[in-house]
T-cell receptor, first 114, second 110 residues
Framework: NAGVTQTPKFQVLKTGQSMTLQCAQDMNHNSMYWYRQDPGMGLRLIYY???????DKGEVPNGYNVSRLNKREFSLRLESAAPSQTSVYFC?????????????FGSGTRLTVV | GEDVEQSLFLSVREGDSSVINCTYT??????LYWYKQEPGAGLQLLTYIFSNMDMKQDQRLTVLLNKKDKHLSLRIADTQTGDSAIYFCAETPDGNKLVFGAGTILRVKS
């Protein structure tokens, strides 16, 4: 099993460009998440999808949109990239967030906005 | 709001024990987690503890939970150079999502 797959692994954007980060999981998990990681700040939740067909804002949603395309796929879109969005982005999934199953993380997308 | 707090850095010698501490914010968190992140990689689940437990042991790892003080610790026995990484604690305040601390960088000197 591949687990959680993120594409691309690296990306450089110019300010104002748009892009979509892709995430797919093959574990039949119900819940999926997008986090960003910045030095000294841990991981901060951008958006999450508790189940197929639902999405909710996390701690830092501004400048982002998401789509839960189906049970497997959860994409993150930057409509107009800004330097403040330079970060490492992680997608994660879990079978049931309230039952101690833990979250499986992808290997991350390293995004630089210049 | 309050943050999940961790010390930023810990340095130990190979073979010693490491203790990484965390103070979480929400006493209703049902599960509390420890994750490990190696350079350039994603987060890997190390262990977790259910809120009605005081201690959980898993090979070299021991998790202690003090619910009264909202304090969580991770002890790594016989620390090895391969344990060098960033360690994150995380809580589940509303059962829907993980909230992470800033991470503790563990450096193991040989």
């Amino acid at each position: 099993n591949a687990g959680v797959t993120q594409t691309p692994k690296f990306q450089v954007l110019k300010t104002g460009q748009s892009m979509t980060l892709q995430c797919a999981q093959d574990m039949n998990h119900n819940s999926m998440y997008w986090y960003r990681q910045d030095p000294g700040m841990g991981l901060r939740l951008i958006y999450y999808s508790a189940s197929e067909g639902t999405t909710d804002k996390g701690e830092v949603p501004n400048g982002y949109n998401v789509s839960r395309l189906n049970k497997r796929e959860f994409s993150l879109r930057l409509e107009s990239a800004a330097p403040s969005q330079t970060s490492v982005y992680f997608c994660a999934s879990t079978k049931d967030p309230g039952r101690g199953y833990g979250y499986t993380f992808g290997s991350g997308t390293r995004l630089t906005v210049v | 709001g309050e943050d999940v707090e961790q010390s930023l850095f810990l340095s130990v010698r190979e073979g010693d024990s490491s203790v990484i501490n965390c103070t979480y914010t929400d006493s209703s968190s049902t599960y509390l987690y420890w994750y490990k992140q190696e350079p350039g990689a994603g987060l890997q689940l190390l262990t977790y503890i259910f809120s009605n437990m005081d201690m959980k042991q898993d090979q070299r790892l021991t998790v202690l939970l003090n619910k009264k003080d909202k304090h969580l610790s991770l002890r790594i026995a016989d620390t090895q150079t391969g344990d060098s990484a960033i360690y994150f604690c995380a809580e589940t305040p509303d059962g829907n999502k993980l909230v992470f601390g800033a991470g503790t960088i563990l450096r193991v000197k040989s």
